[in-house]
Nanobody, 126 residues
């Protein structure tokens, strides 16, 4: 069982930055894909960014150019650097991972992942 623990959430004004971290209990180098999702109140959980084992990254259109996903395999940690934050980025952010070695076509789909963290709240005020 893989455990994922997010940290780094908080409150920030519009235009500010935050960096989320996700510490994994297993080697992140062994994961075939890891990602970040978010869920705002009353809305579906949506994919924000995903990174494959070859370091190729995919982003939702809503965050392209503002968010950056990265991994530090030496620390077994996944990151999400969020810049130019907007009030509509307010949500609970979840880390996700898959370690089954299979290839999945959509890094932003919930069905791609089988391990999830508990979430970190991000609140952006105008």
């Amino acid at each position: 069982q893989v455990r994922l623990v997010e940290s780094g959430g908080g409150s920030v004004q519009a235009g500010g930055s935050l960096r989320l971290s996700c510490a994994a209990s297993e080697y992140t180098a062994s994961s075939n894909i890891m990602g970040w999702f978010r869920q705002a109140p009353g809305k579906e959980r949506e994919g924000v960014a995903g990174v494959r084992s070859d370091e190729s990254a995919t982003y939702a259109d809503s965050v392209k150019g503002r968010f950056t996903i990265s991994k530090d395999n030496a620390k077994n940690t996944l990151y999400l650097q969020m810049n130019s934050l907007k009030p509509k980025d307010t949500a609970m952010y979840y880390c996700a991972a898959n370690y089954d070695g299979r290839w999945y076509p959509n890094p932003l789909s919930r069905t791609t992942y089988n391990y999830w963290g508990q979430g970190a709240q991000v609140t952006v005020s105008s």
